[in-house]
C-alpha cells in the first residue's frame, strides 16, 4: 500500500502542474463551465491511460529512449505554437478556439504531449519495478488525470467573470499565453539533454 502511495504521488505532481492539457481543460470551462469541460475530462483521462499502456510495451524497445526525447521537443514546439496563438487572440470567451465537439482530439494529443511522455515513462518503470499489474497504474493515471482536470476546470469556472471583460479577458489570455510558454520552453530545455 505504501508503495501505491508513492505511485500516486509520482502521477499526481506533474499531472495538477500548468501545463497543456490543464489549460485547454481551463479554457473550455472558461468559455461553458465545468460540464462543457467534461469531455475534454475525459478525452485526457482515456488519452493518458492509453499512452501509459502503450509506452510500457513500447519502453521494451532500445530505439523508443531515443525517440521519446524527439516527440518531447516537437510537442514542446506545439505548445509553444498554441501559446503564441493565444497571445495574439483576441479576449474572447472561447481562449483556445477549442470547441465541445472535438474533444476527442485530445486523446491523440497525449501523444505529442510532452508532459504526458515524461509521466508514462516514469510511471511504467515505477510501476515495472512494484510489480504492479499492468491495469493499476493505468487505472490510477486515468483516475488522477480526471480529478486534476476537474479541479483546473473549477478554476476556469471561478475566472469565467473576468474573462467576460474583454480587457480583463486579453490580459488572460496573455497571461496563460505567458504560463504555457514558460511550461513548453521548460520542458523544451529538458528533452533537449536527454537528446
Known sequence: MQ?????????ALPIVMPGPNNFI??????????????????AIAVGSALLLAAAKGLL????????VPLIGVAGCLLVAAMAGRLWMK????????IHSKRPIALVPFQWVNPNSWVLAVVVATAASSAGYPDWVPIALLA????????LWAMVGQSLAPLAANPKHGRWLNRAV??????????M????IGEI
Open 3 to 11: 508503495t501505491l502511495a508513492a505511485l500516486a504521488a509520482i502521477i
Open 25 to 42: 481543460v481551463m479554457a473550455e470551462s472558461i468559455a461553458g463551465g465545468i460540464r462543457r469541460a467534461v469531455p475534454s475530462i475525459l
Open 143 to 150: 483516475a488522477l488525470s480526471a480529478a486534476a482536470s476537474l
Open 177 to 186: 499565453a505567458v504560463a504555457m510558454f514558460v511550461a513548453a520552453l521548460q
Open 60 to 67: 521494451a524497445f532500445h530505439f523508443m529512449q531515443r525517440i
Open 90 to 97: 483576441p479576449a474572447e470567451p472561447d481562449m483556445l478556439g
Open 188 to 191: 523544451f530545455i529538458s528533452q
